[in-house]
C-alpha cells in the first residue's frame, strides 16, 4: 500500500490477491489510482465487499481522514450506503413450511399415530455472508397412543424433495421463477441429509400414556448464493412417518 500526496490529491494503491479480513468491511476512499495513471472517485459512503472477495491491483477502499491515517469499519446497518445495505438484506424471511403424512401398518392396528410440524424460518439471508445460514431449526412432532395392551411401536420419519427443481443433493426454495439452494439434515452437525430414503427410525414402547416424539429438522442455507434476487423464498416439505 502507498499514499501519496500529488498536487493535492491522495494516490492510494492495493497491492492484489489480499482478502479482506471479518465478515463484511465498509471501505472508504476519496480517489484511486487507475492503472493507466488516472484517478477515479470513490463515494465517500464507502463500498462494501464479503470476506472473501479480492481486491484488484490498484482499487483500496479506504477513506483517508488524513494522508497518512486510514481507517476501516465492518458493515452494518445503519453504517452501511444504502445501495450496499439493499444488497445485504435482499433474500428476506426464506420459510420452509412442512406438510405431514402419517401412514399405519396394519399390525399395529391398536395403536394411533397422529402428527405435527414447526416450519422451518431461516429469517433474512445475506448473500454476500461466507457463513452458511443454519438459523433454520424446524420440529417434526409424533404422538402415538394405544388401544389394547402395551405395544412396542417402530417409526420411520422421511422428507420429500420439495418441489422447484430440487434434489435430494440440492432443494431449492423459490420465489417466483427464482431459486434459493438449501437443505435439511438429520442432526446439528449438517452432514447427514435427510432424504425419503435416508430418514430417522425410533423404536418406542407405548403404555397407557400417549408417547410424544419431537425430531429436530436442521436447515442450512450455503454461503455466497450473490446472485440470487431480492424476495421471499419458501417450499413445501411433505414428511411421511410410517409406523
Not at 396394519?106 to 410440524?117: D, H, K, L, Q, S
Not at 420439495?162 to 427464482?178: D, E, I, P
Not at 454461503?223 to 412417518?241: E, H, M
Request: net charge positive; proline share 5%.
Amino acid at each position: 500500500m502507498n499514499v501519496k500526496n500529488k498536487t493535492g490529491r491522495v494516490r492510494i494503491a492495493y497491492l492484489s490477491g489480499v482478502n479482506l479480513p471479518g465478515t463484511l468491511w465498509k471501505w472508504y476512499a476519496v480517489r484511486t489510482l487507475q492503472t493507466s495513471g488516472s484517478y477515479k472517485e470513490i463515494p465517500r459512503g464507502g463500498v462494501c465487499y464479503p470476506a472473501t472477495h479480492v481486491l484488484p491491483t490498484v482499487t483500496f477502499l479506504n477513506y483517508v481522514e488524513t494522508l497518512l491515517r486510514i481507517t476501516r469499519k465492518p458493515c452494518g446497518r445503519g453504517n452501511m450506503p444504502r445501495s450496499a445495505e439493499r444488497t445485504r438484506n435482499r433474500v428476506f424471511a426464506a420459510i420452509l413450511f412442512l406438510v405431514l403424512s402419517v401412514l399405519a401398518n396394519p399390525a399395529y392396528a391398536v395403536i394411533t399415530c397422529t402428527g405435527t410440524t414447526t416450519s422451518v424460518n431461516f429469517g433474512v439471508y445475506n448473500t454476500f455472508s461466507a457463513t452458511p445460514n443454519d438459523s433454520g431449526v424446524g420440529n417434526v412432532r409424533v404422538r402415538c397412543s394405544r388401544t389394547g395392551g402395551n405395544v412396542s411401536v417402530a417409526t420411520d420419519i422421511f422428507l420429500s424433495t420439495g418441489g422447484n427443481g430440487s434434489t435430494f443433493a440440492s432443494r431449492r426454495m423459490a420465489s417466483g421463477v427464482n431459486r434459493l439452494t438449501y437443505n435439511l439434515y438429520i442432526e446439528v452437525g449438517r452432514t447427514t441429509v435427510w432424504t425419503d430414503v435416508v430418514g430417522v427410525h425410533d423404536n418406542y414402547l407405548v403404555t397407557g400414556t400417549p408417547v410424544n416424539k419431537n425430531y429436530t429438522v436442521y436447515g442450512r442455507i450455503p454461503a455466497l448464493q450473490t446472485t440470487v434476487p431480492a424476495g421471499t423464498y419458501n417450499a413445501t416439505i411433505n414428511v411421511t412417518v410410517n409406523y
